[in-house]
């Protein structure tokens, strides 16, 4: 019999929970507010997830795709595109970057590549921050 790696088995079974809820839908909130051609306005300081270095937060969708800001520095942010480079299932955060459930590829804060199968970083998203308010898009 053949053996089965814990990896195979996990990813097998995760891709069997997640079969059809591969994403996680974003929580509405008062901080983001979705501007005309579809960029998102982002009230930093209104969003604790943010609130010190390493913390990041899904904020919403651009154009169907989800997307996440992570602060990386003090007054630094990434927004990321959340689909995993892979085959495209949304990433969820873990406890120091993010997770693909799909296949157990894991991204660094700043979305860079941490774990394959995915074989580059998450997408980098235009974000401008001004006045503690971020436009991303
Ligand atoms: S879809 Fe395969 S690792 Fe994310």
Same mark, same amino acid.
């Given at each position: 019999?053949? =053996? ?10 995760? /891709? ?5 809820? =591969?994403?996680?839908? /974003? ?13 998102? =306005? ?91 308010? /971020?436009?991303?898009?």
């Amino acid at each position: 019999m053949e =053996s089965v790696s814990r990896r195979a088995l996990l990813t097998g079974a995760c /891709a069997l929970l997640l079969a059809g809820t =591969s994403h996680v839908p /974003a929580v509405a909130n008062p901080a983001v507010k979705k501007l005309p051609g579809g960029k998102l =306005s982002v009230k930093l300081k209104d969003l604790s997830a943010l609130s010190t270095d390493g913390g990041a937060v899904r904020i919403g969708s651009i154009k169907g795709a989800p997307v996440g800001i992570a602060r990386i520095a003090n007054n630094k942010y990434v927004a990321l595109d959340l689909r995993c480079p892979h085959q495209g299932a949304t990433v969820d955060k873990s406890a120091t970057g993010w997770l693909c459930n799909v296949h157990l590829s894991e991204f660094e804060n700043d979305g860079d590549l941490l774990l394959g199968p995915a074989t580059t970083g998450l997408k980098k998203i235009p974000i401008k921050v001004s006045r503690g308010v /971020a436009v991303v898009g």
